[in-house]
């Protein structure tokens, strides 16, 4: 039996800490010292966060993340979406100063960025956050795209580009914990045109200054994208990969008119938080200042090509892959899951009958029937519109989706992804296996071989092993250019 989740409300004063914020500034104000915004405390940060200050297990993570997301932008350099923004590109730009990944050619940086981010978010390989329990989350990884046309456009060396991931991601986290963006209508991709200003701006040299002011015409542009697209459907359009390079390219553009003398407001965020009521927890930002966890160490490298709630679904499908001889003889397959993997986008009706990539990607019936038929999932696993198939769409009427209500706690309290997996065979045995948290979690990180495979299953074996060698070398690189000449 489908279920659907229930709806939970929320009740408790409105924006409490948001208030004890503002009355601090307030007395500032009062005093003749200027206002410390959150964009002042995220140009502060942007600014002075230092390579001394980053932990081993950062650099390696944020150089992990470089990887994965520069392999997620090649791979998909013929998709749809991905060939319209590169044509918009070709056609307009008028300098050759950053690299379209994959191709060779080069483009004004802002382009670089539109193109390159929505390559890199258009499999749906890239990586999430794994974030506080009830609290927000992105790919945060929307943003490297537009820190490698900075950083290619000012000559930067490895450790700059470490750096400034470090600073994107952490920027990103203030962000998402911080505030219910899709609660309010807004998709997490926004947080991209928020933290990017911030990110490039340090690339570029920008003063404090002009940070606060490219954070401020950037989020005010570009950083309250609708979301609009996300709901049960049968078609997913293009936006849902072309949404990150519009917050990456609107990112650039903010810091270039900054630095040429462009003003924006402040308070920004401020007016976001206020005026579209939400339970705003400004404490969140306190992380800027901490420095403790950086938020790239808490990073989901997907392990395959689909949404995130699924990936666990798929791990447990694969595993019991290899103890069916025939897809033929299963009779029933039940997944118990949290909501999110068994309801709503991922568990809905129109899940059971996508009829483009973007909806299989976040088909759970869909990406469990393939895992099983196959043995694999993979990019490969998309190849020739399988989700317009007969007998996959048959096999895909045999799975019961079921919310379990341990493993929905679960996912509320602790932030767990797991899934249990059972399957009746024809002659009776039944087979089953449970995920705790899937492969690629911080908690069941990927190891280097891992990684590479995921990435080899993008752009081939020869290239994984040369982008693996290329972004663990990046922190003693001069430039970034072994990364962009893939």
Known sequence: ??????????????????????????????????????????AT??????????????????????????ACAIGAIDQPAVRVARDYALTRSGREIATLLGTGERVEPALAALVNATAARDLDANDLFATAPGRETGHFSDAIPALL?????????????????????????????????????IHAVSQVAWAVPAAAGRLMGLTEQEIVNA??????????????????????????????????????????????????????????????????????????????????????????????YTQSAIQAALELA?????????????????????????GSGAAYTPETREAADHSTPFVIAVALRDGAFSPASYEGEPWLEESL???????????????DEAFDSAGKLGCRLVIEMIDGSVLQTEIDQPSGHPDRPLSMAELESKMAGLVGSSRASSLTAAATQLRDADSIGALLNQ
């Open 149 to 185: 046309a900075v950083a290619e456009q000012h000559r930067s060396t490895g450790r700059d580009l470490i750096l400034a991931t470090v600073i994107a991601y952490e920027i990103q986290a203030a962000l998402a914990e911080s505030y219910q963006w899709l609660d309010r209508g």
């Open 393 to 407: 769409l048959d096999l895909m009427r045999q799975i019961d989706l079921v919310i379990d209500p341990e493993l």
């Open 215 to 308: 954070v401020g015409l950037s989020g005010s542009t570009g950083g309250l994208i609708l979301q609009s697209w996300l709901k049960p459907t049968k078609r997913i359009p293009m936006i849902k990969s072309a949404s990150a390079g519009f917050a990456a390219m609107r990112g650039i553009e903010a810091a270039d008119l900054a630095r040429a003398g462009m003003t924006a407001p402040p308070d920004a965020l401020e007016t976001l938080f206020d005026r579209i009521e939400a339970d705003a927890q400004i404490e969140r930002f306190d992380r800027l200042e901490a420095r403790e966890e950086f938020a790239v160490t808490r990073t989901i490298i997907k392990r395959y090509p689909a949404q995130i």
């Open 1 to 42: 039996m489908r279920t659907k989740p229930t709806q939970q409300t929320r009740s408790g004063n409105r924006c409490s800490s948001l208030a004890i914020v503002v009355g601090r500034e307030d007395d500032r104000a009062a005093s003749g010292v200027e206002p410390m915004t959150l964009a002042n405390r995220i």
């Open 45 to 70: 940060f942007a600014t002075t966060l230092t390579w001394d200050d980053l932990t081993p297990d950062a650099i390696a993570a944020a150089e992990r993340a470089i990887a994965d997301t520069v």
């Open 322 to 346: 290899s103890q069916i001889k025939s897809v033929d003889d299963v009779a029933v397959v039940t997944l118990y899951g949290h909501r999110k993997v068994a309801a709503g986008v991922q």
